[in-house]
C-alpha cells in the first residue's frame, strides 16, 4: 500500500478505544481517516485488494475485540457534510452526526428528522442498523445513499434495494455508504423544537446519559422487551468485573471504569443465558461485535 500518498490520512496501530462509546478495543492495524469523500474513493480505488476495511461512523453500536482489528479500520467522523436543495432533499455524508442533521433540518424549517436528534451516531450507522425511535425509524426518511465496496466499485442503493428491517438491513457488508438522501416536509421552526425537545427528555428520563455503553445490547424478540426479559431473570445491575447491566435500562450494559470488550462479552453471555433458562428466548445481539476473536 502507497501509505506516502496517503500519509495525512492512514496511520498504523492506533488504539480504537477512543472510537467508540465502550471506550474498549484493541488497535487498529492501519487507521483511515479520509479528509473528505475524494480521499476516501483514492483510497479504496488504489489499495491493495486484499485487505478489509471496516466503517465505524461514533462507534456507538459496536463491541471492539481487545485484541483490535485486522487490515483497515475507516473511522468516517470528518465526512461531515450537510446541505438541502430547493424541493427539501436533504443530502448528508456518512459520518455526519445525526443530531447534527435533525438540527440542520430544524434550521431549514423541515420535519421528519427529529428522532435523529437522540441517536448518538452517525448517517451511516444508522442506515446500516436502521436505527429508529419515538415510532420513526430511518427507512421511514432515506431516499438513497452513495456507497464504495472494497473493490472500489460505487453504486447508488435505493431505500427499496436495501431492504431495511428492524435493526438491519438486507445488502451485504461489502458496501460502505458516503452520502445519503433524506425526504423532509415544511414545517415550522417552533414546532420541530418543541418536538425534539420532547425526544431528548424523554430519553434522558428512560436511559442512562453520561455514561459508555454502546446502547441496547439485544434486539427485542418479536412482541416482546428485551430490558422487561433481562430485567425478570434477575440481571438489573449484573456485573462481571468492571462491566455492568444498567440499574435504569437493563438493556444497556455499561463500562463502569475499566472494563475489557471481553468482560462485557462474557457479561451478555450470562445475561443470554439466564434470559434463556426463564424464558426459553434466547436473545440475539443488536451491538455489532467487530475484530479479532
Ligand atoms: C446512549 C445510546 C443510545 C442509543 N439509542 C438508540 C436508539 O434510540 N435507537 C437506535 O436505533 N439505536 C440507538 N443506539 C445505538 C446507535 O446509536 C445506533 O445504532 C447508531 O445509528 C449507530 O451509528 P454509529 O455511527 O455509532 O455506528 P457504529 O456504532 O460506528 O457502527 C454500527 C454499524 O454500522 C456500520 N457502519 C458505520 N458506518 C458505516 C458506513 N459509513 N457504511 C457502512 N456501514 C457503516 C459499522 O460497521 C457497524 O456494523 C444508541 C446507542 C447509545 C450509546
Redesign the pocket.
Known amino acids: 500500500m502507497n501509505l506516502s500518498k496517503f500519509n495525512k490520512s492512514v496511520t498504523l496501530n492506533q488504539t480504537l478505544s477512543k472510537h467508540n462509546?465502550f471506550n474498549v478495543g484493541g488497535n487498529a492495524e492501519i487507521l483511515f481517516v479520509p479528509e473528505d469523500i475524494k480521499d476516501l474513493i483514492g483510497l479504496l480505488k488504489s489499495k491493495p485488494k486484499k485487505y478489509e476495511i471496516?466503517?465505524?461512523?461514533?462507534?456507538?453500536?459496536?463491541l471492539v475485540s481487545d485484541k483490535g482489528i485486522k487490515g483497515i479500520t475507516l473511522i468516517?467522523k470528518k465526512l461531515n457534510q450537510i446541505s438541502i436543495d430547493n424541493f427539501g432533499v436533504i443530502t448528508a455524508q456518512?459520518g455526519a452526526v445525526?443530531a447534527d442533521v435533525a438540527r440542520f433540518a430544524r434550521d431549514q424549517e423541515r420535519t421528519g428528522l427529529e428522532f435523529l436528534v437522540?441517536?448518538?451516531?452517525?448517517i451511516?450507522?444508522?442506515i446500516?442498523?436502521n436505527?429508529?425511535?419515538f415510532g420513526a425509524e430511518f427507512k421511514d426518511i432515506l431516499i438513497d445513499v452513495k456507497a464504495i465496496n472494497n473493490l472500489g466499485e460505487i453504486k447508488t442503493f435505493s431505500n427499496k434495494e436495501l431492504q431495511m428491517g428492524y435493526?438491519k438491513i438486507g445488502l451485504s457488508k461489502e458496501?460502505?455508504?458516503?452520502e445519503a438522501r433524506f425526504k423532509s416536509s415544511k414545517d415550522s421552526k417552533d414546532k420541530i423544537t418543541t418536538k425534539m425537545r420532547r425526544i431528548i427528555h424523554l430519553r434522558k428520563e428512560a436511559?442512562p446519559t453520561a455514561v459508555k455503553?454502546?446502547?441496547?445490547t439485544f434486539k427485542n424478540p418479536i412482541n416482546k422487551k428485551a430490558w422487561k426479559l433481562i430485567d425478570e431473570a434477575g440481571c438489573r445491575g449484573l456485573q462481571n468485573g468492571d462491566a455492568m447491566i444498567s440499574e435504569k435500562h437493563c438493556n444497556f450494559i455499561i463500562n463502569l471504569k475499566k472494563s475489557t470488550s471481553q468482560e462485557i462479552e462474557e457479561l451478555a453471555q450470562m445475561v443470554q443465558d439466564k434470559v434463556f433458562e426463564k424464558s426459553g428466548i434466547r436473545l440475539d445481539w443488536e451491538i455489532?461485535r467487530v475484530g479479532i476473536k
Open positions: 462509546w471496516y466503517p465505524i461512523g461514533a462507534g456507538s453500536n459496536i468516517t456518512a445525526d437522540g441517536i448518538p451516531g452517525t451511516g450507522g444508522g446500516k442498523m436505527s429508529g425511535a435493526r458496501w460502505i455508504f458516503y436511559q455503553t454502546g446502547g441496547s455489532q
